[in-house]
């Protein structure tokens, strides 16, 4: 009897153990005050409406009217009450979350650092242990405590920020929603009171309320969230249906003039469809700088030069196998559609006689990738 692979067996606990894991669902704002908190208790009711076991693990309202009047009618577990250097603290109770077990909990703060002697010095591990235990979780936490982006927006805002989550936080996460609003909404969300104290609105207003800082947070904040589903798109769909977003190849010689018009019409055609594109000139051993006139190479020079100010990636490769390289590239880089210059023969006898033009459409048909001939 053959004896089992503990490798075998570990992967497969491990994959038990994953399904087993509660799901993440993590709600990111630019700034203070977007509606994060709101957000989540309104999607509380709406999970205990339709029977799911929800219970509020900790809320942060900011004595915030419209927020706290959503409490209402919600399961609630107790903050645990902790004496800190001679005064009374509140924290979120993580073991009464662990023994109650609810199927899903509301953590807020996420960035948020415990008191000394709790479990865990931070609360995005107490959110660990808890999905760790098989309960889904529901948290919420501002752009600006990401690690990776802490240095860049400090530079913005000019506040130091010393509470940090990893990245690998919203790696985890099987669900990421930006709470997105305009300059203009903040602000005036601001100056209704919903924000901050009144007190505090003037000072917020000369601060890090500013309509140029907003912006550059709310970008910050789509991107970042982009990125997220562009990760999620490519780890989890097969590629096989996957939508692939558009991506251009421009394939150009060292003929100068068909060059040019290659990679301006590339250029459009990306621009229209706000992708990445790549110009790949291949080098055959008969294009060899050697081998090649002054102001050929001068031309060529010129036209990487063209596809750079105008957008593009430049790829040079030496090969005597053109058909072969421009599909690795194709295939390495995701390219949905190559561009090409008219051939200076009829298109007829271009497929009849040139060798490497009909092994490309043979490639391209076989690897559903569109083929655009500009003239």
């Not at 807020?108 to 309960?135: C, F, M, P, T």
């Amino acid at each position: 009897m053959s004896k089992v692979n503990d490798n075998t067996v570990k992967d497969f606990i491990d994959l038990v153990k994953r399904s087993r894991r509660g799901k993440l669902k993590i709600y990111i704002g630019m700034s203070a005050g977007v509606g994060k908190s709101y957000r989540m208790l309104q999607e509380a009711h709406a999970l205990l409406r339709n029977g799911i076991g929800i219970q509020i693990g900790y809320i942060e309202t900011h004595n915030r009217a419209e927020t706290h009047a959503l409490l209402a009618g919600l399961p609630l577990i107790a903050r645990r009450k902790v004496f800190y250097k001679g005064k009374e603290l509140e924290e979120m109770d993580l073991q009464a979350i662990l023994n109650r077990h609810p199927e899903v909990v509301v953590v807020d703060e996420l960035a948020h650092s415990n008191i000394e002697g709790s479990k865990n010095s931070k609360r995005w591990q107490d959110v660990a242990d808890i999905l760790e235990a098989g309960i889904s979780v529901i948290t919420a936490v501002n752009i600006q405590h990401l690690e990776s982006l802490n240095q860049e927006i400090e530079k913005i805002t000019g506040v130091p920020i010393t509470e940090r989550i990893p990245d690998k936080i919203l790696e985890m996460a099987d669900e990421i929603v930006n709470i997105d609003l305009t300059a203009d909404e903040l602000i005036g969300r601001l100056k209704d009171g919903k924000v901050y104290d009144r007190s505090k609105i003037e000072w917020a207003l000369k601060n890090f309320f500013r309509n140029d800082k907003i912006l550059q947070l709310r970008e910050i904040a789509l991107k970042e969230v982009a990125h997220h589903l562009e990760r999620k798109i490519d780890t989890e769909i097969p590629k096989q249906i996957k939508l692939r977003p558009e991506r251009f190849l421009a394939c150009i010689s060292s003929n100068a003039e068909t060059a040019k018009i290659v990679i301006r019409k590339t250029a459009r055609l990306a621009s229209y469809y706000r992708s990445p594109w790549i110009v790949l000139y291949v080098q055959s051993s008969s294009e060899s700088m050697e081998r090649i006139k002054l102001d050929r190479q001068r031309h060529l020079i010129n036209n990487f030069k063209l596809a750079t100010e105008l957008g593009a990636e430049v790829m040079k490769m030496k090969s005597d196998q053109i058909t072969q390289t421009i599909m690795r590239v194709a295939n390495e880089r995701d390219i949905t559609t190559i561009c090409i210059g008219k051939p200076h023969l009829s298109l007829f006898q271009v497929i009849l006689r040139t060798a490497v033009f009909n092994e490309l459409l043979k490639n391209i048909a076989a690897n559903q990738i569109d083929l655009v001939i500009l003239s």
